[in-house]
């Protein structure tokens, strides 16, 4: 068998370019995304806009206080609650992979993963606005934690899958009782990447517009209230965008841009907090 | 006067319908280093696992018999005093990756929720290093992490640990296995200073650290205990056939 070097040089090197160069074209939608929304959105972005509400059609100005304080009430809310749950589950999955409990309830956790967030928002208008006779924070609340849920538990049941047997018969070994070992050794150890799946879950759900139309519906006050109608960033950026006015357009672009910078900053925090607390096995 | 500290009468250990420990009786005296040696597969590290509940942790493991601690069949304590009251040094360097140095060492008690004042944690951290013969090496970097230490260092680590919680019998599943010559010859001088307090019992399938640590050997083939005597004699004069086959290398 005759080796073509030069010739198994080439197909090497090629192939090394098509991978380069799909790995660098992926970068441009983000960027080119970036730096669109930032041109339109930075402009609108001043004190006075931070902190009004709407102004009424035909005013100028205004701002997206509402939506702000709507978009972290209901996120916070879900977020209470999803974690614990989720922690809970995640735990429960890593620690019994192969009980039957644990088959089903990672099924349902995949599937739930994949039902759309608009899905999501209708049963929950079947369950908590219909009940209740109103639309308000606190069933988009619960539309959300239901999409935070699968992030927190299968990033809980990864991280902590990775970590040594070792780690907790160490525990064990010094007659620690089973939930002293996972409170005090398990989940420590994991917690970087516990935090980062918790992290990627409040930017994931901080953008739903969907699960949020049935249940906050929305609200151009301000508004504190867990039992009342309440906006939303993503929200607010759909009506906005969808109106036929101009300045309502400028409005839809500050909030966009908002939205974007919070998820950005999120991220890149999550990535420093996770390697600085990451525990070395 | 030599008293007994621990017992097995009976003794047996499954993985599901497979039986991995049969029908032992052995019985260990107090400060005595015992070595428990054999082939891969002979159930020695099950034994071991036996004698401080750890094997019961595993997905269908069980067991029959008794084994007696001062007396009393640790089967009929509750598992988690039992642990306590032995100590147990793993296979692979174990420390706890979150805690440094020194709560490493106290990790017995923090991680139970005992409550220590300070300075009899510093004594305890002392004593406890200077027994296991880290002390002088770590003494000044006792708030670093237990992981930035050699694999040597881990393991006197983790034996300090153990040894933290003042247990009277200390068990050693091939503590050896993982380290380099340099870090074994350290563990191993080791065990000769702790065995004026402590009883061990040490797994090991090397043969030579099992005649140059031990008083007296235990030999396990196929989930039997075929032969406990003396380490001498053992590996001078054997009784058995098959001991005499494994120490001659006819089958490892």
Same mark, same amino acid.
């Given at each position: 068998?005759?080796?073509?070097?030069?010739?198994?040089?080439?197909?090497?090197?090629?192939?090394?370019?098509?991978?380069?160069?799909?790995?660098?074209?992926?970068?441009?939608?983000?960027?080119?995304?970036?730096?669109?929304?930032?041109?339109?959105?930075?402009?609108?972005?001043?004190?006075?806009?931070?902190?009004?509400?709407?102004?009424?059609?035909?005013?100028?100005?205004?701002?997206?206080?509402?939506?702000?304080?709507?978009?972290?009430?209901?996120?916070?809310?879900?977020?209470?609650?999803?974690?614990?749950?989720?922690?809970?589950?995640?735990?429960?999955?890593?620690?019994?992979?192969?009980?039957?409990?644990?088959?089903?309830?990672?099924?349902?956790?995949?599937?739930?993963?994949?039902?759309?967030?608009? !899905?999501?928002?209708?049963? @929950?208008?079947?369950?908590?606005?219909? $009940?209740? %006779?109103?639309?308000?924070? =606190? +069933? &988009?609340?619960?539309?959300?934690?239901?999409?935070?849920?699968?992030?927190?538990?299968?990033?809980?049941?990864?991280?902590?899958?990775?970590?040594?047997?070792?780690?907790?018969?160490?525990?064990?070994?010094?007659? !620690?009782?089973?939930?002293? @070992?996972?409170?005090?050794?398990?989940? $420590?150890? %994991?917690?970087?990447?516990? =935090? +980062? &799946?918790?992290?990627?879950?409040?930017?994931?759900?901080?953008?739903?517009?969907?699960?949020?139309?049935?249940?906050?519906?929305?609200?151009?006050?301000?508004?504190?209230?867990?039992?009342?109608?309440?906006?939303?960033?993503?929200?607010?950026?759909?009506?906005?965008?969808?109106?036929?006015?101009?300045?309502?357009?400028?409005?839809?672009? &500050?909030?966009?841009?908002?939205?974007?910078?919070?998820?950005?900053?999120?991220?890149?925090?999550?990535?420093?907090?996770?390697?600085?607390?990451?525990?070395?096995? | 006067?030599?008293?007994?500290?621990?017992?097995?009468?009976?003794?047996?250990?499954?993985?599901?319908?497979?039986?991995?420990?049969?029908?032992?009786?052995?019985?260990?005296?107090?400060?005595?280093?015992?070595?428990?040696?054999?082939?891969?597969?002979?159930?020695?590290?099950?034994?071991?696992?036996?004698?401080?509940?750890?094997?019961?942790?595993?997905?269908?493991?069980?067991?029959?018999?008794?084994?007696?601690?001062?007396?009393?069949?640790?089967?009929?304590?509750?598992?988690?005093?039992?642990?306590?009251?032995?100590?147990?040094?793993?296979?692979?360097?174990?420390?706890?990756?979150?805690?440094?140095?020194?709560?490493?060492?106290?990790?017995?008690?923090?991680?139970?929720?005992?409550?220590?004042?300070?300075?009899?944690?510093?004594?305890?951290?002392?004593?406890?290093?200077?027994?296991?013969?880290?002390?002088?090496?770590?003494?000044?970097?006792?708030?670093?992490?237990?992981?930035?230490?050699?694999?040597?260092?881990?393991?006197?680590?983790?034996?300090?640990?153990?040894?933290?919680?003042?247990?009277?019998?200390?068990?050693?599943?091939?503590?050896?296995?993982?380290?380099?010559?340099?870090?074994?010859?350290?563990?191993?001088?080791?065990?000769?200073?702790?065995?004026?307090?402590?009883?061990?019992?040490?797994?090991?399938?090397?043969?030579?650290?099992?005649?140059?640590?031990?008083?007296?050997?235990?030999?396990?083939?196929?989930?039997?205990?075929?032969?406990?005597?003396?380490?001498?004699?053992?590996?001078?004069?054997?009784?058995?056939?098959?001991?005499?086959?494994?120490?001659?290398?006819?089958?490892?």
């Amino acid at each position: 068998m005759e080796l073509n070097i030069g010739l198994r040089n080439t197909k090497s090197a090629i192939f090394k370019g098509i991978i380069v160069f799909f790995a660098f074209l992926i970068t441009v939608p983000l960027i080119v995304v970036l730096g669109y929304i930032i041109k339109q959105g930075i402009f609108q972005v001043n004190w006075h806009f931070l902190t009004s509400v709407p102004a009424p059609v035909g005013e100028t100005g205004g701002g997206i206080i509402n939506a702000l304080v709507g978009s972290f009430i209901m996120v916070m809310v879900a977020a209470v609650v999803a974690i614990p749950v989720g922690m809970a589950a995640g735990i429960y999955l890593s620690e019994n992979p192969r009980s039957k409990l644990a088959y089903y309830s990672g099924l349902c956790v995949d599937i739930l993963q994949g039902v759309p967030s608009i !899905v999501v928002g209708i049963v @929950v208008y079947f369950w908590i606005v219909k $009940p209740l %006779g109103t639309f308000s924070a =606190l +069933s &988009g609340s619960a539309a959300l934690a239901i999409m935070m849920l699968p992030i927190v538990i299968r990033s809980t049941e990864q991280t902590l899958k990775m970590l040594p047997d070792s780690l907790k018969e160490a525990a064990l070994s010094l007659g !620690v009782p089973y939930h002293r @070992v996972i409170l005090k050794v398990i989940v $420590p150890c %994991g917690f970087a990447g516990i =935090l +980062s &799946g918790i992290m990627l879950s409040i930017a994931r759900v901080i953008g739903e517009t969907a699960p949020l139309l049935f249940t906050a519906f929305g609200n151009p006050y301000l508004s504190y209230s867990l039992t009342k109608p309440m906006e939303s960033l993503p929200h607010l950026i759909f009506t906005y965008a969808t109106s036929p006015y101009d300045d309502w357009h400028n409005l839809a672009w &500050g909030a966009s841009f908002i939205l974007l910078m919070f998820v950005l900053v999120l991220n890149i925090f999550t990535k420093v907090l996770t390697r600085k607390w990451k525990v070395q096995l | 006067m030599e008293s007994t500290i621990v017992k097995a009468e009976n003794y047996n250990s499954y993985f599901g319908d497979n039986h991995v420990v049969k029908d032992v009786n052995i019985s260990i005296n107090k400060n005595e280093v015992i070595a428990v040696m054999g082939p891969s597969g002979c159930g020695k590290t099950t034994f071991l696992r036996g004698i401080n509940r750890m094997h019961e942790l595993i997905p269908n493991a069980t067991s029959k018999g008794k084994i007696l601690l001062d007396g009393e069949n640790v089967y009929d304590m509750n598992a988690i005093y039992v642990r306590s009251k032995i100590g147990m040094v793993f296979q692979r360097p174990n420390p706890f990756p979150n805690l440094s140095i020194y709560e490493n060492v106290v990790a017995g008690y923090l991680l139970n929720g005992i409550k220590i004042s300070k300075a009899d944690k510093d004594v305890i951290v002392e004593k406890s290093l200077t027994s296991a013969a880290l002390w002088k090496e770590v003494k000044d970097s006792l708030h670093k992490k237990g992981t930035f230490l050699s694999g040597g260092q881990q393991q006197r680590l983790c034996i300090a640990r153990a040894i933290a919680m003042q247990p009277e019998l200390i068990l050693f599943d091939e503590p050896t296995s993982a380290l380099d010559p340099i870090s074994t010859s350290s563990v191993e001088a080791l065990f000769h200073e702790l065995k004026a307090n402590y009883t061990l019992i040490i797994v090991t399938h090397n043969m030579q650290q099992a005649a140059r640590v031990s008083d007296r050997t235990a030999f396990f083939y196929m989930g039997e205990l075929v032969e406990f005597d003396d380490t001498k004699q053992m590996f001078t004069n054997p009784a058995d056939q098959r001991t005499q086959n494994y120490i001659t290398g006819r089958f490892s």
